[in-house]
């Protein structure tokens, strides 16, 4: 008969998912992810298994915890509000907590050896989802006439996407909330119209 689990194990999620967006995957060691969570090593590997598994449990609360603006933002009534939610959700999440700045999936592996290449891909894959929701939503756009003829969606999602994740690395080098902010504008002046 197993022992009884004396932790919260979504406590102990949030609390690696803080170590994680601060330290990203590499940087954030075993020491530091039970004294986060408070559970010595074995409860953590019988809980979640490695720390890559507990990576991505952690990455996966983070997308519905904190990126939930993504999928909403994708209703919006045009391209450009699409655009201009995304960017302004994620400065706000971005600079929101200063002790863990910047986007946990951005920093997660920005850079790592050979043993992370499988958390990399799996950030490299969602970040290739979110980008391909977006070109589809400006597909739509363009269809509806909301964005011109002459547009390239794929083009334009990508830059979207390069623009928040520059926004989050920025963020996590300290860049301030007002500034981000005056990036967007920046970002947006030119959105094309048929206007």
């Known amino acids: 008969m197993g022992r009884h689990r004396e932790f919260d194990v979504d406590q102990a999620l949030d609390a690696a998912l803080t170590v994680f967006w601060r330290k990203g995957y590499e940087g954030a060691s075993y020491t530091d992810l039970t004294q986060a969570t408070g559970v010595e090593r074995p409860a953590l590997y019988s809980a979640f298994g490695n720390k ?27 391209s450009r509000q699409v655009a201009q939610h995304i960017l302004r959700s994620a400065v706000e999440l971005n600079t929101r907590y200063p002790e863990h700045t910047g986007c946990l999936g951005i920093h997660g592996a920005i850079a790592g050896s050979d043993d992370a290449e499988p958390i990399r891909q799996a950030l490299i ?71």
Request: proline share 4%; with cysteine; charged share 20%.
């Open 52 to 78: 890559e598994a507990l990576f991505l449990r952690a990455l996966e609360r983070y997308y519905v915890h904190y990126l939930a603006f993504f999928p909403a933002a994708l209703d919006q009534p045009t």
């Open 125 to 195: 894959d969602a970040r290739a989802a979110g980008e391909t929701a977006l070109r589809e939503r400006f597909e739509r756009a363009q269809r509806e006439g909301d964005l011109p003829a002459t547009a390239n969606c794929a083009v334009l999602a990508a830059y979207v996407c390069a623009v928040l994740h520059g926004m989050a690395v920025q963020a996590k080098a300290g860049f301030s909330r007002e500034m981000l902010d005056m990036v967007i504008e920046q970002a947006l002046a030119t959105w094309p119209s048929d206007h």
